[in-house]
């Protein structure tokens, strides 16, 4: 069973700057590589969305068209983990952050953090 734990939400003036992480672990017949990666968000009172995805088969990356040119994902193959910074953060930008793993194919499945809460407020 994938686990993943997120990391490094908090608050802080638009303008600034977080690292979201994400350690995933419990594989047994597949990898890490495997998966496709992603960050979500889900602001207060609203639905989930996406934020940010690299793709498990050609490490194509995807990105929300409101934090293009702000935020970048990443991912550590060796340390299994996907990362997120965000820059110049807007209050809009306020949500819990989940990490979502999707795979292996042929028959994949949707894995789920507990999700981390980042608030951005002057």
């Known amino acids: 069973q994938v686990q993943l734990v997120e990391s490094g939400g908090g608050s802080v003036q638009p303008g600034g700057s977080l690292r979201l992480s994400c350690a995933a672990s419990?594989?047994?017949?597949?990898?890490?590589?495997?998966?496709?990666m992603s960050w979500q968000r889900q602001p207060l009172g609203g639905g989930r969305q996406s934020v940010a995805r690299?793709?498990?088969?050609?490490?194509?990356?995807e990105y929300a068209n409101s934090v293009k040119g702000r935020f970048t994902i990443s991912k550590d193959n060796v340390k299994n983990m996907v990362y997120l910074q965000m820059n110049n953060l807007k209050p809009e930008d306020s949500a819990v952050y989940y990490c979502?793993?999707?795979?292996?194919?042929?028959?994949?499945?949707?894995?789920w953090g507990q999700g981390t809460q980042v608030t951005v407020s002057s």
């Open positions: 979502n793993a999707w795979g292996p194919m042929p028959t994949p499945k949707d894995y």
């Open positions: 419990g594989f047994t017949f597949d990898t890490f590589d495997d998966y496709a």
């Open positions: 690299i793709s498990a088969v050609d490490g194509r990356i």
